[in-house]
């Protein structure tokens, strides 16, 4: 997974898709490998999405994961104030929260025989 640093871009280690379900928003993040996956299982957790976007007033978490497809689905309550038709903020749809999420900066993978 290359040279060790102390943090990385989530969006080194995978992709992202998110749209709306109402006031829900739907955060798809696919890691690039099952080395990536298997780090990002320990590192992105509900509670680090939670509060990367609290400022934006966010209720609960949850995260689905696809083992299978080296990915996982967070769904945020909350997140669109009202959902699309009602709410003001310039992403009532959801659709910029994917490309906000690949910024988190999150601890780097230690490579094999790396020391940690």
Not at 23 to 32: K, L, P, Q, Y
Not at 68 to 92: C, E, K, P, Y
Request: proline content about 3%; aromatic content about 6%; some cysteine.
């Amino acid at each position: 997974m290359g040279k060790r640093e102390d943090r990385v871009r989530l969006g080194e280690l995978a992709h992202a898709r998110s749209g709306d379900k109402g006031n829900r928003a739907n955060v798809g993040v696919v890691a690039n490998d099952a080395a990536c996956y298997n780090w990002l299982r320990v590192h992105l957790t509900e509670t680090v999405v939670a509060d990367y976007f609290r400022s934006l007033g966010i209720g609960a978490v949850r995260r689905y994961a696809m083992p299978n497809l080296h990915a996982f689905n967070f769904v945020i309550d909350d997140a669109l104030a009202g959902g699309a038709s009602r709410s003001l903020r310039l992403d009532t749809q959801g659709k910029a929260l994917a490309t906000a999420l690949l910024e988190l900066q999150i601890p780097a993978p230690i490579a094999e025989g790396e020391p940690s």
